[in-house]
Every structure is written in C-alpha cells, then in structure tokens.
C-alpha cells in the first residue's frame, strides 16, 4: 500500500461569512486538481465543488457496476446476508420517510423488478463497518483529514461512513448534514441532482413554526438563492457545512459518502451548538429556575443535534492529544492510507486551540456544575500544551 504525505499551510482561516458565497465551480477534474487547491479554494472557503472522475480505480467501479448499470447478482453474492437500512419513499410519516431493516439479497431483488407501489432507497449503510477488511473504495486524498471517522475508528463507535443505493426516482429530503458537518458522496454507477442552498437561504423556506419543507420547490420559492448541481457516474460532490441540500436519483445509482469534520470546519460546528443550544434554552425557558434546567438543556440537545457538549469537548480533547503524540513523532498516521506531516499536525492543533479558548468563555463550561471535572482539567492543560509546543 503506497502511503501519501498530508501538507497544509499553516494559514488562518478566516470567519466565515454567511452572507457571501462565492459561485459554485464548473467540473474540476481529479488528475488535474492537487490536495493544495482544493484546501484553499474550496475546504477552507466553505464552497461546494464537483470533481470529476475520482473512482475509477475502486473496486466497488468494477465490480458494482456491469454494462454501466447496477451489478444485482454480484452484490447478492457479496453482500447478500447482510442487513441495511431501506426507506420508503413513497411512506411519509412525521414529516420523514419510513424505514425498515432488508436483506441486501431482498433488496437486489426488489432493484431489479420493483413492480409495487413502493419506491425503496437503502440508505445509511454502514458497509465498511460490517465488513472493514473489504477494500471496496479508497477515502480520496482531498477528504483525507476526517476528524470524525477517525474519532470513531480509534473508539471503535459508529462511524460515518455510508452507501446509498436507490432506483430512479428515489430522493433524500432537505436536511443539513449531521452535527453541521462537511460530507462528500461519489457515485459508483447513476446519476443524481444535488439542490444545495448557501447557508442562510433555508430561514427562506421555514413555515410559521420554524419546520422547513421535505421538498423545496423553486415555483413556490422565488426569492431563495440555490444551486442546482448534476452528479455523474465517477464524480465526487463537496457539501460544505452548513449548506441545506436534497438530493434525487435521476437513474438507478448507487454513491458512496461520508461525513467529516476537520480544522477547517470545527468553527463552524462549535457555532452551530451553541446555535442550536440557544434555541433549546428559549424553548424551555419556562424552567430555567429549575436545579434541571441546564442538564435538560443538555439532553434535548444532543437530542436535537446528535452531540452536547460534554461529547463536543471529549472530541476535541481526543484528537488535540493525538495530534499532540503525532507532533512528538509517536504516531504519524492519519486515517487510512496517509500520513500527516507537521504543518498540517500543527494546523489542527492551532485550530482546535482556538475553538477552546471559546468554549472556556462560555457558560456553560464556566459553571463547573455541568462540566465533568476531569474535562475541565484535561482542556486546560491541552491549551497550554498546545500554546507551549505550536507557538
């Protein structure tokens, strides 16, 4: 297995402006477009991107994928037994599709001669967890620094790494991807149309009681700035945090993603909780003399969010103290197949210091009744650390 070097500059990244976007860019193609380019142009500035013919190597693009159309027979024998998670497009209910556990062999079937009234999209499969010696996709070098798979690799927790797999016609609502995360998606064989909307533009689209609708419609709309993005067989879109998408499969398809969170990003997931923390505060703020209220502030957050802050702060310290070890040379791996080199290992470091120096403003963290005190502990002596060896 060749083993590639990470390298970052050592820039600062400036505060996101979510009021400005720059314009989404034509096809970028991935022999042409170095790890460099995309990290400034478009990881840092928090733009989406297509990058065109990133898979063709991959396994899963040969073997998946027979005379350009889905291989049903190869995935039956491969991966037959297993069960993944199916949603019905076609079965609404609470404002979301319904979900079942399928056979993936009952699925193939269902692929090739759906004839009912169902429309099934196997979602959120957890492929590479089920089956980690399976090499079937190699993580492009462009999404490489993946703080959140790495976390839960090292912890051995769920991970966020997923195969979709869908008819034509099949869709995913408009949402915003879990704990305000980047993610990426390549399609193995298919064709989808990406609706992406500059963070922001969704407070366009909510109803009176703040929900957002299943399905944008432009008709309905006409003052919503979106972009409507065609991804191919073998391209990878770029979903920047905090862009609202939804997504349809205009053929038959079948896509590989991934979310993630990195320096780049990690600012913008701290806001977003205590955005959503906030919120949670003034829902319930009937309660706030209760002994309570913050630790149910807490609960309906992670609730809400997927995270609170106790997990958010044992995240970062997580990675600061391996990026900590990697600095002294103990561990210089990443995840996967590359190797962080020693900008980019203080990049992080910089990054993560400076999203700490504002969680011990907050307060939450300054009431020490809702903070672990091994937590509290541990930050302080991570920032100082930090600020000794990256300074």
């Not at 400036?14 to 460099?36: D, Q, T």
């Not at 079948?254 to 909780?273: D, F, G, K, Q, R």
């Not at 949670?280 to 995270?307: A, R, T, W």
Request: charged share 25%; proline share 4%.
């Amino acid at each position: 297995m060749s083993i590639n070097k990470i390298e970052c500059p050592l820039i600062d990244i400036p505060e996101y402006n979510y009021n400005c976007w720059s314009v989404v860019s034509s096809s970028l193609e991935c022999s042409e477009l170095s790890f460099l380019d995309f990290f400034s142009n478009f990881m840092i500035k928090n733009t989406p991107c297509i990058i065109r013919n990133i898979a063709s190597e991959w396994e899963c693009t040969k073997k998946w994928v027979c005379n350009n159309e889905i291989n049903y027979d190869y995935l039956k024998d491969k991966y037959g037994n297993l069960e993944a998670p199916v949603a019905d497009c076609n079965n609404i209910q609470y404002n979301s599709h319904c979900k079942i556990d399928m056979k993936v062999t009952e699925y193939m079937d269902y692929m090739k001669h759906h004839k009912d009234n169902r429309l099934l999209y196997l979602k959120d499969w957890h492929l590479r967890r089920n089956k980690p010696d399976d090499n079937f996709y190699e993580i492009p070098i462009f999404f490489a620094l993946d703080w959140l798979n790495e976390f839960a690799m090292d912890n051995n927790e769920d991970d966020f790494m997923f195969v979709y797999i869908g008819p034509k016609g099949s869709w995913t609502p408009l949402h915003e991807d879990v704990y305000c995360s980047y993610s990426w998606s390549v399609n193995i064989v298919g064709r989808k149309k990406w609706i992406l909307f500059p963070p922001g533009e969704e407070d366009k689209l909510k109803d009176s009681f703040g929900n957002l609708p299943l399905l944008f419609e432009a008709e309905k709309h006409t003052n919503v700035k979106y972009y409507e993005i065609i991804q191919e067989k073998g391209d990878a879109i770029f979903v920047p945090s905090g862009w609202h998408h939804q997504v349809a499969n205009e053929l038959n398809t079948i896509s590989v993603n991934h979310n993630w969170i990195n320096a780049c990003n990690v600012h913008i997931v701290w806001t977003a909780l205590q955005t959503n923390l906030t919120m949670v505060e003034h829902q319930i703020e009937e309660f706030k003399d209760s002994p309570e209220y913050s630790s149910q502030c807490q609960l309906i957050l992670k609730s809400l969010f997927g995270m609170d802050f106790k997990d958010f702060i044992s995240f970062l310290c997580y990675i600061a103290k391996k990026r900590l070890n990697q600095l002294e040379g103990k561990s210089r791996m990443g995840l996967s197949k590359y190797i962080l080199g020693i900008d980019t290992i203080k990049f992080d470091l910089i990054h993560i210091l400076k999203v700490m120096e504002s969680i011990t403003t907050h307060p939450i963290f300054l009431n020490k009744q809702n903070i672990l005190p091994s937590i509290t502990e541990d930050i302080i002596k991570i920032k100082h650390e930090i600020t000794e060896k990256c300074h």
